[in-house]
């Protein structure tokens, strides 16, 4: 019988752990500023302007965001798995224009503004939208 019952608390704590990861994170002004301040870094993004340092504003803010969430611990999950894909986006246009194998292009500026405000809209929604 004690066996069966260290049994089922093993397994019942171990569900529990799990289910951890599902649970949303809560308010952080912190994170709540920063995912601000990146949106207004997409919004001021000017393409007829050099790239880069616009682009590494845009980097340098969602990579502090990211690891901020990160030392905060396992139950910021739900607000890193929404900013991957904009970091993805800055990653790749941030790369294209530091290596300089390509020139500047205003089109290419525009297409990855509109990508990122929408991606930055949805991710400032959710993260303001926690209580």
Request: glycine fraction near 4%; proline fraction near 2%; include cysteine.
């Amino acid at each position: 019988m004690k066996k069966l019952f260290l049994l089922f608390t093993f397994t019942l704590l171990s569900g529990c752990a799990n289910v951890m990861s599902y649970v949303p994170s809560f308010w952080d002004d912190n994170q709540s500023s920063k995912i601000i301040d990146v949106r207004l870094d997409i919004t001021r993004l000017d393409c007829s302007q050099s790239q880069l340092p616009q682009v590494s504003k845009i980097r340098n803010d969602l990579e502090w965001f990211r690891l901020y969430s990160d030392s905060k611990g396992l139950r910021q999950t739900d607000v890193l798995n929404l900013i991957k894909p904009m970091q993805d986006t800055v990653e790749d246009w941030y790369k294209r224009v530091a290596l300089g194998t390509q020139k500047e292009n205003s089109v290419y500026c525009e297409l990855k503004k509109k990508i990122l405000i929408e991606q930055s809209a949805r991710a400032s929604k959710a993260v303001l939208g926690r209580f």
